[in-house]
């Protein structure tokens, strides 16, 4: 026998869960973000004990037909894609089919899903293929995944204490609900709802509803465009701040991105105006064509490489600039919110 052989499916699914996967939270963004992509009005997230015993996410999109339901749980299989030329434009938040087969190889997983007719349930054990029936549901997808980690004892060693572990999620989930005030979201832990957004589209109804409205009212809207790309969103005034860039979310073309250029691009609009060691709030939209951003750099799609990042930069931080220069003229601009 050869001494080199290709590995069995349900090992490179937990190769690549190791990637993808790193915590509870990773979970919550994997299936949240499934069920933005299949065009869900209303997400609902119930999570226990910080997710190591159960995440729910049930949506009410577009569904999986039943001939299609399995083919969801093998890797790279995906409904996003499919030639080269769509890698380099993707419009969607998946595209690389990793999320479900990952999840599935490393938990006890069930998804009930269903186009409008019939419906299909599915049920994987630690990537083993346990049931594929008929099932009662609605239109539209519910992913249960329960005992996360439970075949995997270093990664569930690494994980930090539950409390981190929820707040890991919760931020999953705010910038989720940022990212699409059209979506009404609800999120529960242990049974206590921590955040409704009502999916009226409406940004600082989701920002009042996470940060709390005495914040919002000192939140203004940022508007811009340059030759590369166009601004919209909100940014706390100067005496609004934080002790972290935690607050600052950036979107691209719809998906959240970390980037260290970007942050500081916002934090410099606000020019001599912060305080040492504090940061400002703000939620910053860019769209720009999907042709100049690469988001295949990392199984997570958090960082992407940016061919105009300079040009960003400049726009995120002159509209900023400006808009701040104003609001010391019109001070009660908000006052009617
Ligand atoms: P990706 O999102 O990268 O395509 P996933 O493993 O996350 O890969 O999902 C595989 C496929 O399963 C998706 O391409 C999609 O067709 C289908 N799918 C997963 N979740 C949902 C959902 N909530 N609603 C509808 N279809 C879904
Ligand atoms: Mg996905």
New binding site residues.
């Given amino acids: 026998m050869s001494k080199i052989q290709e590995l069995p499916t349900v090992l490179t699914n937990q190769i690549t869960a190791g990637e993808v996967i790193e915590r509870p939270a990773s979970v919550v963004k994997?299936?949240v973000?499934?069920?933005i992509?299949?065009h869900s009005t209303e997400i609902d997230i119930n999570v226990e004990e910080a997710g190591l015993k159960r995440i729910q996410i049930i949506?009410d999109?577009?569904?999986?037909p039943d001939g299609?339901a399995e083919m969801?749980f093998k890797r790279h299989?995906?409904?996003?894609i499919a030639t080269p030329d769509d890698l380099l434009r993707v419009h969607?938040?998946?595209?690389?089919?990793?999320?479900?087969?990952s999840i599935a190889s490393i938990s006890d997983t069930v998804l009930t899903?269903s186009t409008g007719d019939s419906g299909t349930l599915i049920h994987i054990t630690g990537g083993d293929l346990v049931a594929h029936k008929p099932a009662q549901a609605r239109r539209?997808?519910s992913?249960t995944v329960k005992d996360l980690f439970f075949n995997v004892p270093a990664r569930k060693k690494y994980l930090k204490s539950a409390s981190t572990e929820l707040a890991r999620i919760t931020d999953i989930v705010n910038r989720e609900a940022l990212s699409h005030p059209e979506i009404s979201f609800s999120f529960t832990h242990n049974g206590r709802e921590l955040l409704h957004t009502t999916g009226r589209g409406d940004l600082l109804q989701v920002i009042s509803a996470i940060y709390g409205v005495q914040t919002a009212k000192k939140m203004v809207a940022v508007t811009g465009q340059n030759e590369v790309a166009t601004l919209s969103g909100f940014v706390s005034l100067p005496e609004v701040t934080r002790a972290s860039r935690g607050y600052i979310s950036v979107l691209l073309n719809g998906r959240f991105v970390r980037n260290q250029q970007l942050n500081k691009a916002i934090i410099a609009g606000y020019g001599s105006k912060l305080m040492v060691g504090r940061y400002p709030i703000g939620i910053l939209n860019l769209e720009m064509d999907p042709a100049l951003v690469d988001v295949n750099v990392h199984p997570t799609k958090q960082e992407v490489r940016i061919s105009q990042e300079p040009e960003l930069s400049k726009l995120l931080t002159s509209s900023i600039f400006d808009r701040l220069a104003t609001e010391n003229l019109i001070p009660d601009a908000l006052a009617g919110f």
């Fill in positions: 994997e299936l973000e499934n069920a992509d299949a949506d999109g577009d569904g999986i299609d969801a299989a995906t409904s996003k969607s938040l998946g595209f690389r089919g990793e999320a479900l087969p899903t539209g997808t992913v």
